[in-house]
């Protein structure tokens, strides 16, 4: 019961619950939503920085290729000229260089000695044949060996290329600006170059800078369009992932991380206190369903149990008295005192009724006894001087009453099937030695129930073998054979030698008692083949009953009735 209580109070806050749910679902999803968008909008920001860098570098290039001493590639001029423009920009970006057509060092702003070879440069010979600045991917300076974003721009004069100007974004420095940026505890960025090469990264710099992004992410480099993705980062940080992808106008890959934990923590933190909030309210709805179940649904309950239980172990006072108290459960309590009290007026008549049954049996069996007598003494007087028909007679007569005697007796124990069948037998045959009557098969038990109903089947059977069937005649024969196997008991009257015999048209008294004298516990299964030659009828049973249903018990009722 108690159980049935907790499954109420489940059910009833099933709702609540799915609710609950729902709202933790659809809040994460949200939120989910919300940290994809805030980090597309992160990574845009951070590429429109660096862009903004880029232009403000490619400017100063395309200004300075206006100086006339730039131009001219005239060495001592050109090295003031960079020197003073050099002086002005601060530290973000690194040696500004003049090269000839052919890629060779004209001059620079750290002095450098003239003739160093840079036609081996990638971005040296796009700017060759570029209108625009051109902007390389990761780059150890020659000149200062430290990592660099180069940038060229074609000189010309008089629409002629006469050389290349250019410089380099120190990344020591974009590094310093995105370890400044204000990030969220767990986060990253990422700025890569065209060819997927790392060349600033939040946290850990020295690990990542220099290295490639991995292959499983590469394609996000030159992707068709911003996005964002959940990806486990190579520190082994679990991620939501912005990114813009290389572009015409944008030549760097930029990706912002947010911890997916971090991100989630508000909702982690607000989850919690739901479920610890959850599970209070759900313990003390439980608590409350003990505590009134107990009191208006147990207590009443096992006092029902209790009477009862007294009442079948013999108490025949016991009852609830909860009439006018606890509500239905109440009503139940005064139905069953109601039916105790039937009960008990039924059974002091059933009682009186059995004695005054037991009484009757008694007496119709002296009377039948009587009877039996007197017919003895009748044929007695009847036939003197036949004393061995009288005797074999008599025999019958008495083997009759000793079936009466079981059939009514009270304390009959468990009999042997072959006393069973012989008792029913002697009867039937005229002398000792008629040998029209075979029994055959193993010493077995019976229970005294089903000693009586095999007495009666039997009993029938001979009857009906003595008016009409084998034993009707001198030349007919009876067997009668059982078997046991697998827990079942089989039996076998067969007749022969008797009149030829036909199936009856109507089922008789006799009949339906073959059929229903047996307990339905013990699985009884009988077959009757009204063969011309004779007889043969079969019956197999269990030889210990099964557990009965309360169906079964109540077809047994019936069918005993």
């Keep these: 019961m108690r159980r049935r209580l907790a499954a109420v109070t489940l059910t009833a806050l099933l709702p609540a619950l799915g609710m609950l749910a729902y709202n933790e679902f659809r809040v994460r999803q949200e939120r989910h939503d919300e940290v994809h968008a805030q980090a597309i909008r992160a990574s845009q920001q951070v590429a429109l920085e660096i862009e903004t860098m880029l232009e403000g570098v490619r400017g100063l290039l395309v200004a300075t290729s206006a100086i006339p001493s730039v131009t001219d590639r005239e060495m001592t001029h050109c090295h003031d000229a960079l020197s003073a423009i050099a002086g002005r920009l601060g530290t973000f970006i690194g040696n500004i260089v003049v090269l000839d057509k052919g890629g060779k060092l004209v001059c620079d702003t750290l002095n450098w000695q003239a003739g160093t070879d840079f036609s081996d ?7 060759l044949t570029s209108d625009d600045v051109v902007i390389g991917g990761y780059t150890i300076a020659r000149i200062s060996n430290q990592p660099i974003l180069p940038v060229a721009f074609r000189l010309t004069r008089d629409g002629e290329t006469v ?15 995105i370890t400044e940026r204000d990030m969220p505890k767990g986060g990253s960025v990422t700025v890569a170059d065209r060819d997927g090469i790392i060349i600033a990264r939040y946290p850990s710099p020295d690990a990542f800078v220099g290295t ?14 911003p996005g964002s993705l959940e990806v486990a980062s190579q520190d082994g940080t679990v991620r939501i992932l912005g990114y813009q992808p290389v572009t ?12 997916k934990s971090e991100a989630l923590a508000p909702v982690n933190r607000a989850t919690v206190t739901g479920i610890l909030l959850m599970l209070g309210g759900t313990f ?8 009134v179940g107990r009191r208006f649904i147990l207590d009443p309950i096992h006092n029902i149990v209790q009477v009862v239980t007294r009442w079948r172990e013999g108490d025949q006072s016991a009852r609830t008295r909860m009439e006018g108290r606890l509500g239905e459960l109440g009503q139940v309590g005064a139905a069953v005192d109601g039916l105790l009290d039937e009960i008990e007026v039924r059974r002091k008549a059933s009682v009186a009724a ?9 007496e119709l069996s002296h009377r039948v006894k009587n009877t039996l007598s007197v017919i003895q003494a009748i044929v007695r007087q009847t036939f003197r001087g036949q004393d061995q028909q009288i005797i074999s007679f008599q025999r019958r007569v008495a083997a009759l009453a000793g079936g009466y005697d079981a059939l009514l007796s009270e304390d009959w124990n468990n009999a042997s099937i072959r006393e069973v ?28 129930d089903i000693a009586v109903a095999l007495s009666l089947i039997l009993h029938e059977l001979g009857t009906n073998a003595l008016k009409y069937g084998s034993l009707s005649v001198p030349e007919g024969r009876l067997s009668v054979s059982w078997t046991e196997e697998a827990n079942r008991l089989s039996l076998t009257w067969r007749e022969r030698g008797g009149p030829a015999v036909t199936a009856p048209a109507r089922e008789g008294f006799g009949s339906k008692l073959i059929r229903l004298a047996f307990p339905v516990a013990y699985d009884p299964e009988v077959t009757s083949d009204f063969a011309p030659e004779g007889l043969e009828f079969k019956i197999s049973f269990r030889s ?6 309360p169906v079964s018990a109540d077809h047994e009722t019936t069918a005993a009735g």
């Design 121 to 127: 440069r990638p971005y040296i010979q796009s700017a």
């Design 163 to 177: 050389g290349i100007i250019g410089t380099g974004l120190r990344l020591g420095w974009l590094q310093q600006r």
């Design 212 to 225: 490639p992004i991995p292959d499983p992410y590469r394609h996000l480099v030159t992707a068709g369009s």
């Design 248 to 259: 015409a106008h944008n030549p760097l890959y930029v990706s912002v991380g947010i911890s």
């Design 284 to 291: 003390l709805a439980f608590i409350a369903a003990s505590l």
């Design 354 to 362: 059995d004695e005054k049954r037991r009484l009757m049996a008694r």
């Design 421 to 448: 069948a012989e008792r029913v037998m002697l009867p039937l045959r005229p002398a000792e030695e008629d040998q029209s009557i075979s029994l055959s098969g193993p010493h077995l038990l019976l229970p005294p």
């Design 544 to 549: 210990s009953p099964v557990a009965a249903d």
